[in-house]
C-alpha cells in the first residue's frame, strides 16, 4: 500500500455526531489510517436530521438516503434485526438500503477512477449489510474488497440458516476478511469455511478512556454497559447481586448496600425494571439510559469493577474502554470476551449462566479495593498495547497490502 493510498469504507454504523458511540471504533480506525497517511472516505445510510455529507476529526461521511425521512430508523441503532423481521416496512427500508447503498458506492468507485485518484481498498464493515449491497456489484479493475465481521452479522447468520449460502457467496468476494475476535472468526468459519478469515480487532480511543485524574481516589459499585436485551445478560446480573456472596458481602458494609449503574437501553428495558424491583433491589439500579461516550467516562472510573455477562460477544469493546479507565472486569467466558478480558492480564471469567459465580467474583472485587486497582491497571497496559489505534491501523495496513497483492 502507497502512504498515499486511498481507502473507501462502507458501513451502516459510524458515528452521527462528535461523542456518538455508533460504530465509534469504525470513525477510530478512520482516523489512524489518515494520520498514517491514508485517506479514507465513508458511505453510510442516512438518518433524520442528518446532514448528506459531512466531517466528522477529519473524515468525510457521505449519507446515503433510503427512503422517507420517517423510515430511515434502520441504521444507528442496533435493532436493525428487529426491525426488519417484524414489519414488511422495515423489509422494504432495508431492500430500499441495499439499493441505495450499492449505487452510492458504485458511483463513488467511478468517479474516484475518472479523477485519476481510484481507491486502492473498499473496506465493508460488517457483512450485512453493508457487504451484501456489493455483492455482485463489483466489475474487473475494481479496487480489493475487505470485509470485516463484528458480531450481529455472524450471529444473524447463525440464526437463520438460509443466510449461510448467502454469507458464503459475500465473504467469497472478498480478497480478505478479518473478525474481531478468535471465537467469531472460528464461527464464522463454521458457516464459510473457503473463507480467508485473519483475526484483527478494531480500535478503542485510548485518549479519552483514562484511569481518573487521583489514582487513589475510592471507587464504589458495579457497571454494566450495553443493550437491555437477552445477549448482553442484564437478568443474570441482577440475579448475581442477590446471590448469597454478595449477599454477605453487603451484611459486612457499614454503609449503603452495593449500588449497580446500567448504561444502556433496548426492547427488554421495562421487563428488566420489574425484574429489579420483584428483587428488591429499585432503590440500588441507576438508570442512565444510552449515553454518549465521553458520559460513558466518568462512570467507568467511578465503578470499583464492569461486569459483562453477555452470551456470544463479537469482541466486547465495552470492556476494553473500561479497562483503559482502569477498572477491572469480571465476564462470561464466551464469545470475543476471552480475547479481551483476561485472567492472566487483570481480567476475571466465569462460567456462562453462573450467576452464583458471578456473585462471587464480583463481591471479591467489591471487598478488596488495593485488589481491584491493581487488577484494573494491569488489564490498562493489556489494552493500550492491542487497542490502540495506533496499533490497529498498523494491523489494517498489513491486510490492505496483503489484500492488494
Same mark, same amino acid.
Given at each position: 500500500m502507497p502512504r498515499a493510498a486511498r481507502v473507501l469504507f462502507v458501513t451502516h454504523n459510524v458515528p452521527r455526531f462528535d461523542g456518538d458511540a455508533a460504530g465509534s471504533f469504525v470513525l477510530r480506525l478512520a482516523v489512524?489510517?489518515?494520520?498514517? *497517511?491514508?485517506?479514507?472516505?465513508?458511505?453510510? @445510510?442516512?438518518?433524520? *436530521?442528518? %446532514?448528506?455529507?459531512?466531517?466528522?476529526?477529519?473524515?468525510?461521511?457521505? $449519507?446515503?438516503?433510503?427512503?422517507?425521512?420517517? $423510515?430511515?430508523?434502520?441504521?444507528?441503532?442496533?435493532?436493525?434485526?428487529?426491525?426488519?423481521?417484524?414489519?414488511?416496512?422495515?423489509?422494504?427500508?432495508?431492500?430500499?438500503?441495499?439499493?441505495?447503498?450499492?449505487?452510492?458506492?458504485?458511483?463513488?468507485?467511478? %468517479?474516484? %477512477?475518472?479523477a485519476g485518484t481510484p481507491f486502492d481498498i473498499v473496506h465493508a464493515h460488517w457483512w450485512f449489510p453493508s457487504a451484501v449491497a456489493l455483492w455482485r456489484v463489483r466489475r474487473a479493475g475494481d479496487p480489493p474488497l475487505v470485509i470485516t465481521m463484528h458480531g450481529s452479522d455472524v450471529r444473524l447468520a447463525q440464526r437463520i440458516a438460509s443466510a449461510h449460502p448467502v454469507m458464503r457467496a459475500v465473504l467469497g468476494e472478498a480478497a480478505l476478511c478479518t473478525a474481531v475476535s478468535g471465537w467469531l472468526a472460528e464461527t464464522a468459519l463454521r458457516i464459510a469455511p473457503n473463507a480467508s478469515i485473519a483475526v484483527s480487532p478494531m @480500535?478503542?480511543?485510548?485518549?479519552?478512556f483514562i484511569p481518573p485524574a487521583d489514582p487513589s481516589a475510592a471507587r464504589s459499585g458495579i457497571l454494566f454497559v450495553g443493550r437491555l436485551n437477552a445477549q448482553k445478560g442484564l437478568a443474570d446480573l441482577l440475579e448475581a447481586m442477590v446471590s448469597p456472596a454478595m449477599r454477605?458481602?453487603?451484611?459486612? $458494609?457499614?454503609? @449503603?448496600?452495593?449500588?449497580?449503574?446500567?448504561? *444502556?437501553? *433496548?426492547?427488554?428495558?421495562?421487563?428488566?425494571?420489574?425484574?429489579?424491583?420483584?428483587?428488591?433491589?429499585?432503590?440500588?439500579?441507576?438508570?442512565?439510559?444510552?449515553?454518549?461516550?465521553?458520559?460513558?467516562?466518568?462512570?467507568?472510573?467511578?465503578?470499583?469493577?464492569?461486569?459483562?455477562?453477555?452470551r456470544e460477544e463479537g469482541l466486547g469493546l465495552v470492556a476494553v474502554e473500561a479497562q483503559l479507565c482502569g477498572t477491572p472486569v469480571v465476564a462470561y467466558a464466551d464469545g470475543g470476551l476471552i480475547d479481551v478480558v483476561r485472567p492472566d492480564h487483570g481480567g476475571t471469567l466465569v462460567t456462562v449462566g453462573d450467576t452464583r459465580a458471578l456473585g462471587e467474583a464480583l463481591a471479591r472485587l467489591l471487598a478488596d479495593e488495593a485488589t481491584a486497582r491493581e487488577l484494573g491497571m494491569t488489564a490498562r497496559h493489556e489494552m493500550l498495547a492491542r487497542f490502540s489505534p495506533e496499533a490497529v491501523a498498523d494491523r489494517y495496513l498489513t491486510h490492505y497490502r496483503q489484500a492488494a497483492r
Open positions: 489512524a489510517l489518515q494520520s498514517a *497517511g491514508v485517506t479514507v472516505e465513508i458511505i453510510a @445510510p442516512a438518518a433524520a *436530521g442528518l %446532514a448528506h455529507e459531512a466531517r466528522l476529526e477529519g473524515v468525510r461521511i457521505q $449519507r446515503v438516503r433510503y427512503a422517507s425521512e420517517a $423510515r430511515m430508523t434502520l441504521a444507528y441503532a442496533g435493532n436493525m434485526a428487529e426491525q426488519v423481521m417484524s414489519s414488511w416496512g422495515g423489509k422494504l427500508a432495508l431492500l430500499g438500503m441495499l439499493r441505495a447503498m450499492r449505487r452510492a458506492v458504485r458511483t463513488q468507485i467511478d %468517479a474516484a %477512477a475518472r @480500535p478503542v480511543d485510548a485518549r479519552h454477605a458481602h453487603d451484611a459486612q $458494609r457499614d454503609g @449503603p448496600l452495593t449500588s449497580l449503574d446500567v448504561a *444502556g437501553d *433496548g426492547p427488554d428495558g421495562d421487563a428488566l425494571k420489574a425484574r429489579a424491583t420483584a428483587l428488591g433491589l429499585a432503590e440500588r439500579v441507576r438508570w442512565y439510559g444510552a449515553l454518549p461516550q465521553p458520559a460513558l467516562v466518568p462512570l467507568y472510573q467511578g465503578a470499583r469493577v464492569l461486569a459483562i455477562p453477555s
